[in-house]
């Protein structure tokens, strides 16, 4: 590969159940390339909790810290740890999620040809915030429904939660939308989506951000749809859509859907980006009821790592990599089960490293 010698660190955290099935042969795949990536391996969960006593010690958190960015696998249970600090402790508010028709793969819609659009989801607030509670316990607060009328605690027994959309959390995230609209081909479009009808305080602050926004881009189109509608459009004309910026909840709900859309949420790709870190992974879980099979779809995780090596500044070695796998899903013949196909994961890989000539 013709790339700049520039020495990156990757920290890689494999994940649990079907995900090191994934995240392996990736990692062997891209040190093939010969980019000179140093690989580091921070222990999280069961097997940090059996050596150092803790699910996720100072010196994986360390190992994190130290490195250009982190790959990340599924996780289930103790490895959570790791993930709230990739997310909350590195400030990494922006889940980009492309969703992108590679010709061959198994879309469940008649005209799949085009598709081509990122959701960029806020990824720190909104109802993930994690305040939730009794509603018994909002009685000193006497807050009354704008549409019960009347005090939510009167409801009657039940629990609530907290849904924080903030200024700085949707600046951030929506200025990112407009950015990366910027830097793509094609139709220079971010749209909004949030239900400001329902939600004026708080999702209509995110539209009010959001328009304010847009008028510093004169360059790009900017249309907004209240989420349910927009959930149709997505459906009916993906076609339309470039770039779309949204409030946590919908974005983590639409992002899955949109997988749907072209094929299966083992093509979903995803890389979570802050100010100052990057960490990738693919959109699915840890997929346990194929886990040991060798079928899990690596298509994800691949293309998170297109996408790892593009933040690194590896620009030929990504585009290589995606064009590698696209043709894979051209030819038609090594596709995995998911897929229609009756390949392993490894046999993807393979079909994936020859083409690439390594
Ligand atoms: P988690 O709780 O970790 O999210 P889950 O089972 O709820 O796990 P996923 O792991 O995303 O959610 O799996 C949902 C379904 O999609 C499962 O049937 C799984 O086997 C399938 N799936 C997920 N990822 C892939 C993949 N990469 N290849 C093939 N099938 C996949």
Redesign the pocket.
Known sequence: MNQTRVSKTIAVIEG????PE?IQPTVELIDRMDLGITWTYPLVGEAAKAETGKSFPDVSRALIDQADTTLFG???GSSGSSLLYLRWGKKTFANVRPCLHLPGCSSPLANPEGIDFVIVRENLEDLYVGVEGQLADLAPLNLVGRTIRKPIHELGVGRFAIKAITREGSERVIRFAFELARTRDGQKRVTSTQKHNMLPVTDGYFLEIAREIATEYPDIEYETFIVDDFACRMIVQPQHFDVIVMPNLYGDILS?GAAGLVG?????ASGCYGEDYAYFE?????????AGKG???????LLSACMMLKYLDFEDAATHLQEAIASVYAEGKRL???QGGTAS?LDFCAATAERLNI
Not at 16 to 19: H, I, L, T, V
Not at 282 to 290: E, K, N
Not at 295 to 301: D, G, R, V
């Open positions: 649990d159940d079907a995900a994934v599924s996780t289930s899955d299966s949420l083992g093509l979903a693919p959109a699915h879980g840890t997929a346990p009821d194929i079928i899990i779809n690596p298509t994800a995780t995995t089960p998911d994961t």
